[in-house]
């Protein structure tokens, strides 16, 4: 193949609806998305969730027990590659592969079997326990494509989405593969959606999928650039890492491409990005302030908003960043 | 690793070598004491201590000694408490091939696949959250260290190595795929040198859910390819190799335990926790892996097969291995070490990868145990004792829940 690897295809489910016009129309607006409280034992949070709509839910025998998460990872999915690429792929003339990323997983069904094995372990659910496996939605999306290629579920922090978009590309460069959806999803319940807010109370959780589908040749936008991951491990704090990648990823200042960022509203956590890219004086997409911190899916969620931005001709190129929060800063370019 | 549009995509595939390698299994700390272990036969099932088991129909597992402080005075006692159970078994392990290749740090990707990750601190994090919700005392430190990636983040700053990390969870075959994506990273130039391995440590959710699935043995034996088998021993424990190219290896003098020579990776779409009858997806990466490599199955003096014990599982495996090797099935030598530690899960791949570098090593085959009488699909020769062999070349498969399966080859080195 050449090196050319466009993004042929994009999803989206988060709280301002199903698929991608939903997304960029909420970005548009500017406005962020209605809160609920999510309440048990009298503690109660603030969330943003993805709105009810069971005609929007792909219709497959494999999600008919699913936690949401499957749920959104597939809606996004099937978006993103789009139905004649879905039916080349069922009828076995295209290999695709899945690259899952995650934060947090399969929380609901965690949850519910754990309360269940505490109550009493011989009445426990052996249908919940399949699905809070970390790749339990990677594989009902594979076995929706009916497809056996690779397919690789990822964890890491809310940047993870990025090594992702490497795995892929390292697929396709090897051939292994003729087209990879890349897809970061989350589900939230009162487990993470306090967890995070022991973190800070200025979080509101939230949930969602983003994907890309990528393939070898040509198209309206190309995947330019995916620089290593910084690591936390390798430098002093979060904003090394946040300045090390931003020079890696952003040459100069350009006033054309947009830069899709990770701020969230948090001050004290926005601070060593805000730092990083004080400087940056073209246009700024902040999809987390508006949709909530949807953790693994938040990434993914931004480079679908890049994307959109560059097929649309808003802006000739975009970079994505995340500043993670406890292992890496991470980033892509997309351009035409 | 990063990619660039403006860059070649293509490269010129590099020969993979295996310098370095660490275990922690039931069987024992490091690799002597398993290499004895299994050299000998050994069982290492015992009566489980880490959580409460008094409530389930299954009290045994392949538990191991895990030392209450570091053995290594460079993870002070703070950091020893904050690492989960897992990570401490990753880290001796980790800290073991790093040793063995002679390497004492510096900046290599670090690829590591685990299914459980640090869920006992997820466990302790539910049980506080739902008899005491609005104590909130503790329960930062618990969310932060519950995390897979502030783990591995620990344990590569104990190592000394920078990274980038790519954890991988594709459920009992995370281990080999994160061998395996190493593999690739070398083979490609992407990198010169990987850390890679599996871990995973027993944990209540995890056992309580096997047994829930009625997949445990009763008897808390596995007896892998008996006809009368009923179910898998879980396990806990870590593998860790080196993946180097082999002009790297070279050029630093370093041993050169074996080469990689094929990785094959699919997916198993027939069902989310069983595999197909015939073993469609087993019989894609064993032919895939050996293509690869440039092997025949003629060429495969022992075989370390995933084997679980369950009854669903051996008999598509050895649907696939008949279907792969053919009319050179009798001389296939086959064995599942997981009769020996159990099923070490997201550990699994890469203990059993380290298990057949053992084999090349000492040119013994490890055995099944506890096989009274072989299934029928026992057409390959089931190795029921430890016995001494010419090894040059070893297989090892891998599937998991999710239909995730793999398959690695070795070679011994100089053995071509």
């Known amino acids: 193949m050449s090196g050319r690897i466009v993004i042929a295809g994009t999803g989206a489910v988060s709280p301002a609806g199903w698929g991608v016009p939903a997304l960029m129309a909420a970005l ?25 709509d069971p005609a929007a839910v792909p219709k497959s025998a494999r999600l008919r027990r699913t936690s949401p998460i499957s749920k959104f990872a597939a809606a996004a999915a099937l978006e993103a590659l789009g139905p004649d690429r879905l039916a080349r792929v069922q009828a076995g003339e295209w290999r695709v592969g899945v690259v899952s990323t995650l934060f947090n997983g399969c929380v609901n069904y965690s949850n519910r079997f754990f309360g269940e094995v505490l109550a009493d372990p011989a009445t426990a659910s052996p249908i919940l326990f399949p699905e809070t496996v970390f790749n339990a939605p990677s594989s009902h999306l594979s076995a ?86 910084v690591s936390f491990t390798g430098v002093a704090d979060r904003a090394a890492a946040a300045r090390q990648l931003r020079e890696t990823l952003a040459a100069g200042d350009e006033p054309a491409v947009l830069l899709v960022d990770s701020l ?60 993670g929060g406890n292992e890496q800063a991470a980033g892509a370019r997309f351009g035409r | 690793m990063a990619f660039r549009a403006d860059s070649s995509p293509t490269f010129e595939a590099r020969a993979v070598a295996i310098t370095g390698m660490g275990i922690v299994s039931p069987m024992g700390l490091g690799f002597a004491d398993n290499a004895a272990g299994f050299r000998a036969g050994r069982s290492a099932f015992r009566p489980v201590t880490v959580f409460d088991v008094s409530r389930q129909r299954v009290g045994t597992a392949g538990q191991a000694e895990v030392p209450e402080r570091s ?46 990750a640090a869920m006992p601190i997820g466990e302790a994090y539910y049980k506080r959250a739902v008899t005491e919700p609005h104590r909130r005392a503790g329960q930062l430190r618990r969310v932060e260290t519950y995390q897979s990636q502030w783990q591995m983040n620990g344990l590569m700053r104990h190592l000394g190595v920078s990274g980038p990390l790519r954890i991988l969870s594709n459920a009992c075959a995370s281990g080999a795929n994160a061998i395996g994506h190493a593999f690739h990273l070398v083979r490609s130039g992407k990198a010169e040198r990987v850390l890679a391995g599996g871990y995973d440590a027993l944990c209540q959710l995890v056992f309580a859910g096997f047994d829930a699935l009625q997949a445990l043995a009763p008897s808390g034996i596995p007896r892998p390819f008996d006809a009368a088998r009923d179910g898998l021993a879980l396990g806990e424990g870590a593998g860790f190799v080196v993946v180097e190219s082999l002009a790297a290896a070279r050029a630093r003098g370093a041993r050169v335990i074996a080469e990689v020579l094929g990785y094959g990776a699919a997916t198993d779409i027939h069902h989310l926790t069983q595999p197909h009858s015939e073993g469609d997806a087993a019989l894609a990466t064993m032919t895939a892996a050996c293509r690869m490599a440039g ?34 099935t009798a001389g296939v030598k086959v064995s599942s070490t997981k009769s020996s530690i159990g099923h070490l899960l997201g550990g699994a791949g890469a203990v059993e990868a380290v298990i057949c570098l053992m084999a090349l090593e000492g040119q013994w085959l490890p055995a099944s145990l506890h096989v009274r009488e072989a299934d029928p699909v026992c057409t390959f020769d089931l190795v029921r004792e430890p016995r001494d062999a010419r090894v040059r070349t070893a297989l090892t498969n891998s599937f998991g829940f999710g239909g995730a399966n793999a398959t690695l080859i070795f070679r011994k080195e100089g053995a071509a």
């Open chain 2, 295 to 328: 092997v025949s199955p003629e060429e495969i003096d022992y075989l370390n097969s995933h084997g679980t014990g369950t009854p669903l599982n051996d008999v598509a495996e050895g649907r696939a291995i008949q279907r792969w090797a053919g009319e050179a």
């Open chain 2, 71 to 116: 053995p290594d005075p460079r993870v002070s006692l703070r950091d020893w408490d904050r690492m989960d159970r897992g990570t401490r078994l990753a880290w001796l392990a980790a800290g073991e091939a790093m040793a063995s290749a002679g390497l004492s740090g510096g900046a290599m990707p670090v690829v590591i696949g685990t299914s459980a």
């Open chain 1, 144 to 229: 929706m494509l009916g497809s056996t290629a690779p397919n690789d579920t990822l964890l890491g922090d809310g940047a993870e989405f990025f090594t992702g978009l490497e795995v892929a590309a390292e697929w396709l460069a090897r051939g292994e593969v003729d087209g990879c959806l890349v897809v970061g999803a989350e589900e939230i319940d009162w487990l993470c959606a306090e967890a995070l807010h022991d973190y800070s109370r200025g979080f509101v959780p939230s949930e969602g999928a983003g994907a890309l589908y990528l393939e070898a040749g040509d198209g309206p936008v190309r995947l330019l650039h995916v620089p290593d991951p």
């Open chain 1, 28 to 52: 548009d607006r500017g406005e962020p998305a209605a809160t609920e409280p999510l309440e048990r034992q009298g503690v109660v949070t603030a969330v943003r969730r993805v709105p009810a």
């Open chain 1, 264 to 323: 969230t509203g948090v001050a004290r956590f926005d601070r060593p990005e805000r730092e990083a890219w004080g400087d940056w004086s073209g246009p700024t997409w902040s999809p987390r302030t508006l949709l909530g911190e949807s953790m693994g899916a938040a990434a993914a969620l931004q480079c679908v908003a890049a994307v959109e931005a560059v097929k649309s001709g808003r802006a000739t190129g975009a970079l994505a960043f995340a500043l």
